[in-house]
């Protein structure tokens, strides 16, 4: 059954503390690998889609990455506006399986 | 406007009415997507659109449930005899083709009472 499955579910950092959120999947047909912001009460904010193994994106202080198992989301130095709940989702398809996400703190 | 606009943004109804959410996606989207987020569960797909077809209905619950889309553009989801157990926040995402990005409008919170 294709699933995807995230960790930790909550993680609290200080500011400027930098840490990793980790994705692991197992869906036959990948077609690509998304992670997604999402702030209360609001929908998902698209962050990066990642294709291949291999492949890194960047985005201010964030910083995504793929293997042939697992993605991270990386944060470096982060800041308490980076505080929301971070969706990693696998394209099958024609459809995105989600993870149930972590949700980061960041204290000043 | 620039991004995915959905109506309402609060849904509050009492078990066995009828309910109908609406979906603008971004204009020139041809894929349109419902997901359903209940609390503490991750998103859940629905139903699939490309164009006015739904090549995917794979994930609608139960036959309560129905969607539509008209002129390859707005797209309604209707609940029938809505239970309490259909209480959560309804998405709706659209892109520009399949292995696109989806872009999330910000939702319909149903409130079954």
């Known amino acids: 059954e294709d699933q995807v499955t995230q960790s930790p579910e909550a993680l609290r950092l200080q500011e400027g503390e930098s840490s990793s959120l980790n994705c692991s999947y197992t869906v036959s047909g990948l077609r690509g690998l998304f992670w997604y912001r999402q702030d209360p009460g609001k929908g998902p904010e698209f962050l990066f889609t990642l294709y291949s193994a291999g492949e890194e994106k960047e985005k201010e202080r964030l910083k995504a990455t793929l293997t042939k198992k697992e993605s991270f989301l990386h944060i470096t130095a982060p800041k308490p506006e980076d505080s929301a709940t971070y969706l990693c989702?696998?394209?099958?398809?024609?459809?995105?399986?989600f993870g149930t996400g972590t949700r980061l703190q960041v204290f000043p | 406007g620039a991004g995915v606009s959905q109506s309402p943004s609060n849904k509050v109804t009492e078990k066995g009415k009828d309910v109908e959410l609406r979906c603008d996606p971004i204009s020139g989207h041809t894929a349109l997507y419902w997901y359903r987020q209940s609390l503490g569960q991750g998103l859940e797909f629905l139903i699939y659109?490309?164009?006015?077809?739904?090549?995917?209905k794979s994930g609608l619950p139960s036959d309560r449930f129905s969607a539509e889309r008209t002129g390859g553009s707005v797209s309604t989801l209707t609940i029938q005899r809505t239970q309490q157990e259909d209480s959560a926040v309804y998405l709706c995402a659209s892109s520009s083709q399949g292995s696109q990005p989806q872009h999330f409008g910000d939702g319909t919170r149903l409130s079954i009472l």
């Open positions: 659109f490309q164009g006015n077809s739904a090549p995917d």
């Open positions: 989702a696998a394209l099958d398809t024609d459809k995105l399986i």
